[in-house]
């Protein structure tokens, strides 16, 4: 009986000491007031966008929903945060194994995450942020949010602050207002990223456009060799998930010599997986970098 | 096999089959780590009990409730290759659920049941409407069998309208229990008072078997029992789809396999077959969280591909 | 002679019409801007620095053409179905041929170690062929009778079922292929090129010959079997071919633009309404037909979600359910 008086008290007297000292953050997610009294210290991360907002201030989450493949997590990123414990898909992550690692914090994305938002509480703390789909001022405001949470407010804004030099001095080499298409070719289907993809985004902030077209609704839209020659974009930039891709196939035909990127060589190849999968600050400074690469080789 | 054997073989399976789904997935529990995750404030507490346990009892329900409307479906229609499908309810239900999940992305995913539910007793409404009261147990199969294609192609326009949330689509489409939990549970639930119901039909779909002269000669209308075990059917597998998706082969194959097991007799047919849904679809969600752990397979998938080669082999031997 | 006359009417209508969609396919709704002038032009004096006419001649020409053999392969693939089984409701996609297809293709394209082994044409045709064969076998197809019409439809609805099944078990393991795959599943005829055109007509239209070949024996079975065999008809050489046919034209098709589905279920039935039951008439007419609506799905395909395209097979079977549930309702089954 004494026993537990005393042991409520010690509980009691701790928590009061923890809430204190330490300290409790307040933020907005998608589903209202988030408040954590703790600094996370094992975070489980369900989109690659959140990793690379941890690993911008330097801290490593200790699982990632890497759909089992390693390889899909940005260098950049991989070398901040070392190593790491796959939870399973994106869409589908193992919720045992998101257990099983005891999180004190989860990240999880609205759009693929809410049906099991309920479930992700139970485990432990759920911050609950757009991630698919998103923009790239959504992807740096969802980068602020993490940093205040996990107690690294300051240094986010500090690294914000140099994410922005580092874009603008980059923009400066780059050529202003060229209209530059960026597109992920599969095997039978290539997909431009718009005006309000994350990838568009990110070539706005790097001073140069995407083509406009009339009608504009979709972030990805699926496009036909002529739709491609209506919009004609000066650059021409594609991530080739498939070998031969679809754009490998037109590059053959007579109408792709149409393409005013085509007659000035200016058609190029990156990483599809860094340019539109892995999205965050250190995605967003590997795109201009890889930019910036192509520009200076012409 | 005799019913007296398939009974108790039949549940010692089910227990073994539970048992496995406890114990095993992308973390192994020992059977102590079992029993003390069933109180709160316990390691694997989540694991077990909010996780692994009302995943298994909805994997009992719906397995039962999918096989249990195959066999009434297969008793009405009297066509070994005739399932819930044919009724398109599953079909409706996908249809609303993907037409929710393109035009209200913004909306939240807890109405998905709902909406997807009222879209299979739609499905099932309109089905009645264009067959009416009278009409040949075949003749409703294959409009059913039509109107599902309809409902169908459908569901391919607005994906294919809507490219970006084709995924999405795709998964509930295919029928999974991740991340289904004692909610969905509950919702379930109540649709199985329908259970005692359709059992109590088994008497009258033996004597439909005899023909509509006989039935009508013993004094049973065959036209109410069509319409109350068609009824029934409808509403469990609407019920089912609406918290897990369209989970396919079930409905086809549990009756098949029982009925090769414990003959055709529906009073212990319909209770077997529920007990071989269960089995199934356990197997199947195991198998699902153990094959590549951490992934987690859509359990439809497993069942389809357990499910169609029997089908198949079973088809082969019924020529 | 009232009647010949209304045939031959009838019949110069359909390529009336045929040749206006098709001239109408060249321009609609194109993204880059066309005229119907323009299309002429490219025909006459084609000019190499004009991108209109290099799209009509490069994009849509091939494009158009493809639609037209796709169509007469599929409405005759349904038309000698029809014949052969003297079932109103067979059809390439009710009787599961495209969802075999479909499968085999969607399994040649993404499990990497079928990847290459055979072409995808091969594999939806080796896929249809076995689908087709399954049903044949358990809907008793050769028998006759009003329930066994019912029969040969569950059995090719429950085998479409299980290819549809494994397909979406295949695609949904590669979860980025997803949209092209289902694009694909949907038959698309935006990818049709030149090149595809080289490989395919070969085998449409040696296919095509074939078939107008076996209309007389087709009108001969209409008689029933016993009265075919009495007017010595080898009854099992023509099925044979028959389904050979069969195979060849929707294999052909689907190897060309995807799996496209009712043309065959809708066509003959069209076809029928307009010339009567005379199978020597009523083919060539479904090709017409088949072509036609082929190609106007095609340019609707275009219009329906301007500028994106929505894929042809999604818009005809948008079309045809229906029919098909009509169909069933008609029948006394």
């Known amino acids: 009986m004494l026993l537990s008086v005393i042991k409520r008290l010690t509980t009691t007297l701790c928590t009061l000491m923890f809430m204190s000292s330490a300290y409790a953050v307040t933020v907005q997610d998608s589903k209202g007031t988030f408040t954590l009294d703790h600094t996370p210290q094992r975070i489980v991360v369900l989109e690659f966008s959140f990793a690379d907002a941890l690993a911008s201030v330097g801290v490593a989450p200790i699982g990632i929903a890497d759909d089992k493949d390693k390889s899909r997590v940005l260098p950049a990123v991989q070398q901040v945060i070392g190593d790491w414990q796959s939870v399973g898909t994106r869409s589908q992550p193992s919720l045992e194994v998101i257990a099983s690692l005891k999180p004190d914090l989860i990240i999880a994305d609205i759009s693929r995450h809410e049906s099991v938002y309920d479930d992700l509480q139970k485990i432990a703390p759920t911050l609950i942020l757009p991630s698919r789909r998103e923009t790239y001022s959504d992807n740096l405001k969802a980068a602020s949010i993490i940093a205040k949470v996990v107690g690294k407010e300051q240094e986010m804004t500090d690294r914000l602050v140099q994410h922005q030099q580092f874009m603008a001095h980059i923009a400066q080499q780059l050529p202003d207002h060229a209209i530059l298409q960026f597109g992920v070719a599969r095997a039978d289907a290539l997909f431009l990223h718009t005006d309000d993809s994350y990838t568009g985004g990110v070539i706005q902030a790097l001073g140069m456009q995407t083509p406009v077209s009339d009608r504009d609704d979709s972030a990805y839209r699926q496009t036909s060799l002529e739709q491609l020659v209506a919009l004609n974009p000066e650059y021409l930039i594609v991530g080739h998930y498939a070998n031969p891709s679809i754009v490998d196939n037109w590059s053959n035909e007579p109408l792709w010599t149409v393409l005013t990127a085509v007659q000035n060589d200016h058609v190029y190849r990156v990483d599809p997986n860094i340019w539109s999968r892995c999205r965050g600050i250190l995605a967003a400074e590997h795109i201009a970098n890889d930019l910036l690469q192509i520009f200076s080789e012409q | ?319 | 002679m009232s009647h010949l006359f209304r045939s031959v009417s009838l019949g110069l209508f359909l390529c009336l019409g045929l040749l206006l969609i098709s001239w109408w396919n060249l321009f609609a709704w194109s993204v880059v801007p066309v005229s119907g002038a323009d299309v002429l032009h490219a025909f006459t004096s084609f000019n190499d620095q004009s991108i209109a006419h290099r799209i009509v001649l490069d994009l849509r020409l091939p494009r158009l053409l493809t639609a037209l053999l796709v169509g007469a392969c599929l409405a005759s693939a349904g038309t000698i179905m029809q014949g052969l089984t003297r079932n109103p409701l067979a059809a390439p996609s009710v009787l599961g041929v495209n969802a075999g297809a479909a499968l085999g293709m969607a399994l040649v394209s993404t499990l990497p170690f079928l990847y290459g082994a055979l072409s995808t044409s091969i594999a939806a045709m080796l896929g249809g062929g076995v689908a087709w064969l399954l049903v044949m076998l358990l809907g008793s197809a050769w028998r006759v009778g009003a329930n066994e019409h019912g029969r040969l439809v569950l059995a090719g609805v429950a085998i479409s079922a299980l290819c549809a099944a494994l397909t979406k078990a295949v695609v949904i393991m590669e979860e980025d292929q997803a949209a092209g795959v289902m694009t694909w599943l949907a038959g698309s005829l935006a990818d049709a090129r030149w090149q595809k055109w080289q490989t395919f007509w070969p085998v449409a239209s040696i296919s095509l010959i074939g078939a107008l070949g076996l209309a007389p024996s087709l009108n001969v079975l209409q008689l029933g079997e016993d009265n075919a065999r009495n007017l010595g008809i080898n009854l099992l050489r023509s099925k044979l071919f028959g389904s050979l046919l069969v195979l060849m034209l929707v294999g052909a098709a689907i190897s060309a633009v995807g799996s496209i589905g009712f043309v065959g279920l809708i066509v003959p039935h069209i076809a029928r309404l307009m010339f009567g039951q005379d199978f020597r008439l009523c083919l060539p007419v479904a090709m017409i037909i088949g072509a036609l609506l082929v190609t106007l799905a095609d340019t609707l395909s275009r219009a329906v979600t301007y500028p994106m395209e929505t894929p042809a097979g999604a818009i005809l079977a948008l079309i045809g359910a229906p029919f098909f549930i009509y169909l069933v309702r008609k029948r006394t089954l």
């Open chain 2, 1 to 319: 096999m005799t019913a007296q054997r398939f009974f108790p073989f039949a549940l010692i399976m089910l227990f073994a089959l539970s048992l496995a789904n406890l114990l095993f997935g992308a973390v192994s529990l020992s059977l102590h780590d079992i029993w003390q995750g069933l109180f709160v404030g316990s390691e694997q507490h989540f694991t077990v009990y909010e996780y692994r346990l009302p995943r298994l009892f909805l994997a009992i329900l719906v397995g039962a409730g999918l096989a249990l409307s195959g066999a009434l479906v297969q008793g009405v229609i009297r066509n070994p290759l005739a399932s819930p499908d044919v009724l398109g309810v599953s079909h409706g239900a996908g249809l609303a659920a993907v037409f929710y999940m393109t035009y209200f992305n913004g909306a939240s995913t807890e109405w998905l049941p709902e909406v997807a539910l009222s879209g299979g007793l739609c499905a099932a409404l309109i089905l009645w409407y264009l067959c009416g009261a009278h009409s040949s147990a075949i003749k409703l199969a294959i409009t059913g069998v039509a109107l599902a294609a309809f409902w169908a192609s459908c569901i391919d326009f607005l994906m294919l309208t809507k490219p970006l949330e084709i995924n999405n689509a795709l998964l509930w489409l295919t029928g999974s229990l991740w991340g289904r939990s004692w909610p969905q549970l509950q919702a379930l639930l109540p649709w199985f008072v329908l259970v005692p119901f359709a059992l109590g039909l088994s008497k009258y779909l033996n004597v439909l078997d005899l023909g509509d002269d006989s039935a009508n000669s013993l004094g049973v209308s065959p036209q109410s029992v069509r319409l109350l075990s068609l009824a029934i059917a409808v509403a469990l597998t609407a019920a089912c789809v609406s918290v897990c998706g369209p989970i396919g082969f079930l409905g086809l194959v549990a009756p098949h396999l029982t009925r090769k097991l414990v003959g055709g007799r529906h009073q212990s047919l319909l209770p077997a077959t529920m007990l071989t849904g269960a089995c199934l679809l356990l197997a199947a969600d195991l198998a699902a969280r153990t094959l590549a752990p951490p992934i987690e397979l859509p359990a439809g998938i497993l069942t389809a591909i357990i499910g169609a080669p029997y089908f198949l082999w079973l088809l082969l031997r019924m020529k």
